[in-house]
């Protein structure tokens, strides 16, 4: 019985730490819509703020309670920076751009921190006169954790009052069901934005801070914590503040009592809620469903391409038969890797384009593909070529089932449960150790000795990923692609002239997973090896990452991003140890100057 | 006309003249992989001090085979396709002599594969995985760490003298928690068959519940716990386990926790009283070592961790391989590396030929706070090389079924 005490105790410890981030993370999006990745950066750089700060204030015992209000106020400020400098500038872009630029300040920041604090992990101070443990029936509870506990509900509180008695706070909650409406009734939106991104960030900075004390400093809890941020957000339902506290004391509590009943599922146990939350209750605990935007299909830019002239495409088409006569091999092998991003970043196109359906999740499907490629290999003993055949199906045999449950759901909970199935399946490979060799992956997946030489592994990828891209393009072009854009830009329309949306969505979400599997193939016989790694999230990311720097409303997009998504990642890591600094400033300046993505502006010049 | 026929063959002679000269004085490339961002990141900062000491004071003596070494340094990001990315750059690109490096299991054996498949020579710093020199071992790679079955038995040998009988682990869900607790376990219960295991824990790594996971364990009563929790998770678990009392009613067992990587960021945190392995640079009385730790520390201005001997001992190993195998040519390297003897600051250690094992060991020893440095530092710590606890060449065999 005390056991169970203790771990409610210790639950809900860790549940208002997930609220004061979740909170902040839920009001950002649901007042302006933006997917901040950065979150997350925020609350590492006010735990990083608050180990400096408290070593250097001559307050005494005071130091560290004073470090943390500065660190978490400084947070605020330069979340309020960001709002005004930078995300401001792109409102008119199509939303997924704020999300670009919020992942490129992930990058910066996190090379910030490199920089000027080490890599080295750090422990800071504990907090003066909270520092050790009061008996609770029978068993040492940390002080801190009880102030902690006390603390988190007036947080909530703070924010009730915030939200009821001031005129701010009630245009915020106004925003949250239709910012559209607030506008129009003479609300400067803008101030709007910026206030609610400093609140925001406050809320994360305190997370931060108050960590301090508990957990070490590593220069990877920008990541950790940003994944398990949205988990909550999203159990919560996006925008709502007590959805948010609810969703953090279930995960919370949820995790301490897992640790004693289910020790081994704790790598999942946090999304296989989501996913069973969410296939109840498809806009979260206490969500709303959304109200559509009045200017329809602004998640996505709609479609500028002119159809490239047949006479570029023979050009394009000569060049890349060419290209491993005239490329040194090492560029060959390159050349093999921006191919298969180029039909991974496609094949997510195919939903976030056209479908305007943004998975979190697509890594799921590339490392099946390359999984099944390679197990097919080596546990089955297929030949090569007939394994290389199957991972593709594989792939859309998962897509099928999870694709079954995602398409029910819209914007950012569709995106959340994909990220949810991409987690179980990356649990499933981690785990299966007799099957899948768990951490140490399937080894020597190579391609037979007639399919060795970069060459020929060159015309392979190029044959395979090109007519996996052309037939993208055919599906684009057919009446099922048309289809599929009438119902990104009006569901409701769509619907009433008979198109089934769920079907067609399914449909999509099948095609792409197959696609994403066949580049999985491609990938698995390049690198020789296969990981779970290859199914985690910052997979699913760089595809994401690629379709929105190509442009998102071009049918190029997907190939041109991914070409420079990899060629300047490429350099950049040659020539710098701060490579996440490079790329992320590069990314900032390219989306500020090229708001719809590089291919948008070319297609623009050429009209 | 006769000046420019003049100017012709001077211009000529130079031009034939200049590459054979460069080639006799272009240094011998090694390509070097690590997780310099990412995960790795905390523990390869000092490796790669440790790297250019060493190559530093290589070139100084005149470079090897005449040439200098030079090493390019590459970011594999923690990412196996990273890591493999880089050595086909390194070796295609670079014509680099042999490839090194490697922190993260995972990255070592993707690198690993591609050097078997390409015929190029890899030699492992630091991936800790049994795996990368026996059941996926093969010619073209050595490791210098002792493996996590090394440290497991060395860690065996000592707690299986003592009284403690129910026991409890708790380390990352992955391959190195998993190994390093069952090669302790298996050796403890034959050296004491009453030993009962009460509870086993596996956190995600780098994201352990600390609080819920310290009250489980004590929950279960063991007289004694095996760690393999290492970086953010360990520093947050000892946090939580010092509040609640584990350390008082608990002896602890804590394989690499005695690193100074892991003990030094807990500052006067660190539990005292457990039996770990590690590296007390601090306190190895051999004259050759402190000399070594004078100089690191005068170079960079810190003191060593172990990250840094790792990072030196591996390049006076690559440079005494190029050596021996007199060329950069594979196949005499790959020949070279089997049974090589490299002098190190902590004394002679060998390359088996049997399975490309180094012979490095560990420090086994106990835990003490140190307040005049403020860390937790190792006492009575013994030293044991990796031929006590290596298993024997025809074991090795059995365990190598791909040689």
């Given at each position: 019985?005390?056991?169970?005490?203790?771990?409610?105790?210790?639950?809900?410890?860790?549940?208002?730490?997930?609220?004061?981030?979740?909170?902040?993370?839920?009001?950002?999006?649901?007042?302006?819509?933006?997917?901040?990745?950065?979150?997350?950066?925020?609350?590492?750089?006010?735990?990083?703020?608050?180990?400096?700060?408290?070593?250097?204030?001559?307050?005494?015992?005071?130091?560290?309670?004073?470090?943390?209000?500065?660190?978490?106020?400084?947070?605020?400020?330069?979340?309020?920076?960001?709002?005004?400098?930078?995300?401001?500038?792109?409102?008119?872009?199509?939303?997924?751009?704020?999300?670009?630029?919020?992942?490129?300040?992930?990058?910066?920041?996190?090379?910030?921190?490199?920089?000027?604090?080490?890599?080295?992990?750090?422990?800071?101070?504990?907090?003066?006169?909270?520092?050790?443990?009061?008996?609770?029936?029978?068993?040492?509870?940390?002080?801190?954790?009880?102030?902690?506990?006390?603390?988190?509900?007036?947080?909530?509180?703070?924010?009730?009052?915030?939200?009821?008695?001031?005129?701010?706070?009630?245009?915020?909650?106004?925003?949250?069901?239709?910012?559209?409406?607030?506008?129009?009734?003479?609300?400067?939106?803008?101030?709007?934005?910026?206030?609610?991104?400093?609140?925001?960030?406050?809320?994360?900075?305190?997370?931060?801070?108050?960590?301090?004390?508990?957990?070490?400093?590593?220069?990877?809890?920008?990541?950790?914590?940003?994944?398990?941020?949205?988990?909550?957000?999203?159990?919560?339902?996006?925008?709502?503040?007590?959805?948010?506290?609810?969703?953090?004391?279930?995960?919370?509590?949820?995790?301490?009592?897992?640790?004693?009943?289910?020790?081994?599922?704790?790598?999942?146990?946090?999304?296989?809620?989501?996913?069973?939350?969410?296939?109840?209750?498809?806009?979260?605990?206490?969500?709303?469903?959304?109200?559509?935007?009045?200017?329809?299909?602004?998640?996505v830019?709609?479609e500028r391409g002119v159809p490239w002239h047949p006479a570029w495409l023979a050009g394009a088409g000569l060049i890349l038969l060419a290209l491993p006569l005239l490329l040194p091999t090492f560029w060959v092998w390159m050349a093999v890797e921006i191919f298969t991003f180029a039909l991974f970043a496609a094949s997510l196109h195919l939903l976030m384009g056209l479908g305007?359906m943004?998975s979190?999740?697509h890594a799921a499907y590339f490392g099946l593909g390359a999984y099944g490629a390679a197990?097919l290999l080596?546990?089955?003993?297929w030949p090569m070529p007939l394994a290389f055949l199957a991972a593709p199906v594989v792939a859309a045999a998962a897509a099928a089932?999870?694709g079954?449950?995602?398409?029910?759901?819209?914007?950012?909970?569709?995106?959340?449960?994909?990220?949810?199935?991409?987690?179980?399946?990356?649990?499933?490979?981690?785990?299966?150790?007799?099957?899948?060799?768990?951490?140490?992956?399937?080894?020597?997946v190579w391609p037979p000795p007639w399919l060795k030489s970069p060459t020929r592994y060159y015309y392979w990828a190029l044959g395979f990923a090109g007519a996996g891209v052309v037939l993208l393009r055919v599906v684009a072009a057919s009446p099922f692609g048309l289809?599929l854009r009438?119902?990104?830009?009006?569901?409701?329309?769509?619907?009433?002239?008979?198109?089934?949306?769920?079907?067609?969505?399914?449909t999509a979400f099948v095609v792409a997973g197959f696609f994403a599997g066949l580049a999985g193939a491609i990938f698995v016989f390049l690198k020789g090896s296969v990981?779970?790694?290859y199914t985690?999230?910052?997979m699913s990311v760089q595809p994401l990452v690629m379709v929105l720097l190509g442009g998102v409303g071009a049918p190029s997009g997907p190939l041109i991003g991914a070409a420079a998504y990899k060629l300047l990642d490429t350099v950049?890591?040659?020539?710098?140890?701060?490579?996440?600094?490079?790329?992320?400033?590069?990314?900032?300046?390219?989306?500020?100057?090229?708001?719809r993505g590089i291919a948008g502006v070319l297609d623009?010049?050429r009209? | 006309?006769?000046?420019?026929?003049?100017?012709?063959?001077?211009?000529?002679?130079?031009?034939?003249?200049?590459?054979?000269?460069?080639?006799?004085?272009?240094?011998?490339?090694?390509?070097?992989?690590?997780?310099?961002?990412?995960?790795?990141?905390?523990?390869?900062?000092?490796?790669?001090?440790?790297?250019?000491?060493?190559?530093?004071?290589?070139?100084?003596?005149?470079?090897?085979?005449?040439?200098?070494?030079?090493?390019?340094?590459?970011?594999?990001?923690?990412?196996?396709a990273e890591?493999v990315k880089?050595?086909q750059e390194?070796?295609e690109s670079?014509?680099?002599?042999?490839?090194?490096?490697?922190?993260?299991?995972?990255?070592?054996?993707?690198?690993?594969?591609?050097?078997?498949?390409?015929?190029?020579?890899?030699?492992?710093?630091?991936?800790?995985?049994?795996?990368?020199?026996?059941?996926?071992?093969?010619?073209?790679?050595?490791?210098?760490?002792?493996?996590?079955?090394?440290?497991?038995?060395?860690?065996?040998?000592?707690?299986?003298?003592?009284?403690?009988?129910?026991?409890?682990?708790?380390?990352?869900?992955?391959?190195?928690?998993?190994?390093?607790?069952?090669?302790?376990?298996?050796?403890?219960?034959?050296?004491?068959?009453?030993?009962?295991?009460?509870?086993?824990?596996?956190?995600?790594?780098?994201?352990?519940?600390?609080?819920?996971?310290?009250?489980?364990?004590?929950?279960?009563?063991?007289?004694?716990?095996?760690?393999?929790?290492?970086?953010?998770?360990?520093?947050?678990?000892?946090?939580?386990?010092?509040?609640?009392?584990?350390?008082?009613?608990?002896?602890?067992?804590?394989?690499?926790?005695?690193?100074?990587?892991?003990?030094?960021?807990?500052?006067?945190?660190?539990?005292?009283?457990?039996?770990?392995?590690?590296?007390?640079?601090?306190?190895?009385?051999?004259?050759?070592?402190?000399?070594?730790?004078?100089?690191?520390?005068?170079?960079?201005?810190?003191?060593?961790?172990?990250?840094?001997?790792?990072?030196?001992?591996?390049?006076?190993?690559?440079?005494?391989?190029?050596?021996?195998?007199?060329?950069?040519?594979?196949?005499?390297?790959?020949?070279?590396?089997?049974?090589?003897?490299?002098?190190?600051?902590?004394?002679?250690?060998?390359?088996?030929?049997?399975?490309?094992?180094?012979?490095?060991?560990?420090?086994?020893?106990?835990?003490?706070?140190?307040?005049?440095?403020?860390?937790?530092?190792?006492?009575?710590?013994?030293?044991?090389?990796?031929?006590?606890?290596?298993?024997?060449?025809?074991?090795?065999?059995?365990?190598?079924?791909?040689?």
């Amino acid at each position: 019985m005390s056991l169970l005490l203790v771990q409610l105790l210790s639950g809900l410890a860790n549940a208002m730490f997930l609220f004061l981030i979740a909170s902040g993370l839920s009001l950002i999006f649901g007042v302006t819509r933006i997917v901040n990745f950065a979150h997350g950066s925020f609350y590492m750089l006010a735990a990083y703020f608050t180990y400096s700060l408290a070593a250097t204030l001559p307050l005494g015992p005071g130091a560290f309670y004073a470090a943390a209000l500065l660190a978490a106020l400084l947070v605020a400020g330069l979340g309020g920076l960001v709002e005004v400098l930078l995300l401001r500038r792109v409102y008119r872009a199509p939303e997924l751009y704020q999300l670009l630029l919020t992942f490129a300040l992930v990058l910066v920041v996190a090379d910030a921190v490199r920089f000027f604090w080490g890599t080295d992990n750090k422990t800071g101070p504990a907090a003066p006169g909270l520092a050790g443990s009061v008996p609770i029936a029978g068993q040492l509870f940390p002080s801190y954790d009880l102030a902690v506990i006390i603390f988190g509900p007036l947080v909530a509180l703070g924010l009730w009052l915030i939200f009821h008695r001031t005129r701010w706070g009630i245009l915020i909650r106004a925003a949250t069901q239709d910012r559209e409406m607030v506008a129009a009734l003479g609300v400067d939106q803008r101030r709007l934005f910026t206030g609610v991104f400093v609140l925001g960030s406050f809320l994360a900075g305190l997370g931060g801070a108050l960590q301090v004390p508990r957990l070490a400093l590593t220069t990877v809890m920008d990541t950790t914590v940003i994944v398990e941020a949205f988990v909550v957000v999203v159990i919560g339902g996006m925008g709502s503040v007590w959805g948010a506290l609810l969703a953090s004391l279930l995960i919370g509590v949820l995790n301490a009592y897992g640790v004693l009943i289910l020790p081994k599922a704790s790598i999942v146990l946090m999304f296989v809620v989501m996913a069973v939350v969410l296939i109840v209750r498809p806009w979260g605990l206490l969500g709303r469903p959304e109200i559509q935007l009045r200017a329809a299909g602004s998640a996505v830019a709609g479609e500028r391409g002119v159809p490239w002239h047949p006479a570029w495409l023979a050009g394009a088409g000569l060049i890349l038969l060419a290209l491993p006569l005239l490329l040194p091999t090492f560029w060959v092998w390159m050349a093999v890797e921006i191919f298969t991003f180029a039909l991974f970043a496609a094949s997510l196109h195919l939903l976030m384009g056209l479908g305007g359906m943004v998975s979190f999740g697509h890594a799921a499907y590339f490392g099946l593909g390359a999984y099944g490629a390679a197990l097919l290999l080596e546990l089955a003993g297929w030949p090569m070529p007939l394994a290389f055949l199957a991972a593709p199906v594989v792939a859309a045999a998962a897509a099928a089932v999870f694709g079954y449950f995602s398409v029910r759901l819209t914007s950012i909970y569709f995106a959340m449960l994909t990220l949810a199935f991409a987690q179980i399946v990356f649990a499933v490979v981690h785990q299966w150790d007799s099957v899948t060799g768990g951490d140490n992956g399937v080894l020597s997946v190579w391609p037979p000795p007639w399919l060795k030489s970069p060459t020929r592994y060159y015309y392979w990828a190029l044959g395979f990923a090109g007519a996996g891209v052309v037939l993208l393009r055919v599906v684009a072009a057919s009446p099922f692609g048309l289809a599929l854009r009438a119902v990104r830009d009006h569901a409701r329309r769509a619907e009433a002239v008979g198109i089934n949306i769920r079907a067609l969505q399914w449909t999509a979400f099948v095609v792409a997973g197959f696609f994403a599997g066949l580049a999985g193939a491609i990938f698995v016989f390049l690198k020789g090896s296969v990981f779970p790694v290859y199914t985690e999230t910052p997979m699913s990311v760089q595809p994401l990452v690629m379709v929105l720097l190509g442009g998102v409303g071009a049918p190029s997009g997907p190939l041109i991003g991914a070409a420079a998504y990899k060629l300047l990642d490429t350099v950049i890591t040659r020539y710098t140890d701060y490579w996440q600094l490079g790329l992320g400033a590069i990314l900032i300046a390219l989306v500020l100057a090229f708001p719809r993505g590089i291919a948008g502006v070319l297609d623009w010049r050429r009209s | 006309m006769r000046s420019r026929l003049l100017l012709f063959l001077i211009t000529a002679g130079l031009a034939l003249s200049f590459p054979a000269q460069a080639a006799a004085q272009a240094p011998i490339k090694v390509g070097e992989i690590n997780s310099y961002s990412g995960i790795g990141a905390p523990f390869t900062g000092p490796y790669k001090a440790g790297v250019e000491m060493a190559v530093e004071e290589i070139n100084a003596k005149g470079g090897v085979l005449g040439r200098k070494l030079e090493v390019l340094f590459r970011d594999d990001k923690g990412q196996p396709a990273e890591a493999v990315k880089h050595a086909q750059e390194l070796v295609e690109s670079e014509k680099v002599a042999l490839i090194a490096g490697t922190f993260l299991s995972n990255v070592g054996l993707a690198v690993s594969d591609w050097a078997k498949q390409n015929k190029v020579m890899f030699v492992a710093a630091e991936p800790l995985t049994e795996a990368l020199t026996w059941s996926k071992g093969h010619d073209y790679v050595v490791r210098l760490r002792p493996n996590t079955y090394e440290q497991g038995r060395m860690l065996a040998e000592k707690a299986g003298k003592m009284k403690y009988v129910k026991w409890a682990t708790i380390g990352p869900n992955y391959e190195y928690g998993k190994r390093a607790w069952e090669t302790f376990r298996d050796r403890l219960k034959e050296m004491k068959p009453a030993v009962q295991v009460v509870g086993e824990h596996w956190p995600t790594l780098g994201k352990i519940e600390p609080g819920p996971l310290v009250t489980a364990i004590m929950s279960q009563n063991p007289d004694a716990l095996y760690v393999s929790l290492f970086g953010s998770d360990w520093l947050a678990f000892v946090r939580e386990a010092q509040k609640r009392g584990l350390f008082q009613k608990t002896f602890v067992v804590g394989i690499l926790l005695g690193e100074p990587e892991y003990i030094d960021p807990l500052k006067l945190e660190a539990p005292e009283g457990m039996l770990v392995t590690g590296y007390p640079w601090y306190d190895i009385k051999s004259p050759a070592h402190q000399e070594w730790v004078a100089r690191y520390t005068k170079r960079g201005d810190k003191p060593p961790v172990l990250g840094s001997l790792i990072g030196y001992v591996t390049y006076q190993a690559v440079a005494e391989g190029i050596k021996k195998a007199g060329s950069t040519d594979r196949a005499k390297l790959v020949a070279a590396f089997k049974g090589l003897k490299v002098e190190t600051p902590i004394g002679p250690i060998t390359f088996r030929a049997v399975d490309g094992q180094s012979t490095m060991g560990a420090w086994v020893g106990t835990t003490k706070l140190d307040a005049a440095r403020g860390v937790g530092i190792m006492v009575n710590h013994e030293y044991i090389p990796g031929e006590k606890v290596l298993p024997s060449d025809d074991e090795v065999k059995k365990l190598r079924p791909g040689n």
